[in-house]
């Protein structure tokens, strides 16, 4: 089992940034691939980057591309996401889930655990 607590979250300025955090516990981060993915209200959940098992591969959505990175630290089990200049359409809760599969994916149906979420909302 994975415990997976996301944190980071929070109100931002069009144009600023944030760094989101995920913390695992119960097996080690280099066991799974990770990915992020967020809900905004009235939308389905949808992909927003992933990172394998090795952390030696990256994929994000077209929609963060250039302006997202997403990594992870195997020694402190946490992995990240860095948000760079947000725009109004990134709001949303933000899920970072954990995958056996080693390049993780961008089907929510790829992960098996998922943390509770940190709301991001991007002011105009």
């Known amino acids: 089992q994975v415990q997976l607590v996301e944190s980071g979250g929070g109100l931002v300025q069009a144009g600023g940034s944030l760094r989101l955090s995920c913390a695992t516990s119960g097996r080690t981060l280099r066991n799974y691939a990770m990915g992020w993915f967020r809900q905004a209200p009235g939308k389905e959940r949808e992909f927003v980057a992933a990172i394998s098992r090795s952390g030696g591969s990256t994929y994000y959505a077209d929609s963060v591309k250039g302006r997202f990175t997403i990594s992870k630290d195997n020694a402190k089990n946490t992995v990240y996401l860095q948000m760079n200049t947000l725009k109004p359409e990134d709001t949303a809760v933000y899920y970072c889930?954990?995958?056996?599969?080693?390049?993780?994916?961008?089907?929510?149906?790829?992960?098996?655990?998922w943390g509770q979420g940190t709301q991001v909302t991007v002011s105009s």
């Open positions: 889930a954990a995958s056996r599969i080693s390049y993780g994916g961008s089907s929510r149906l790829d992960y098996d655990y």
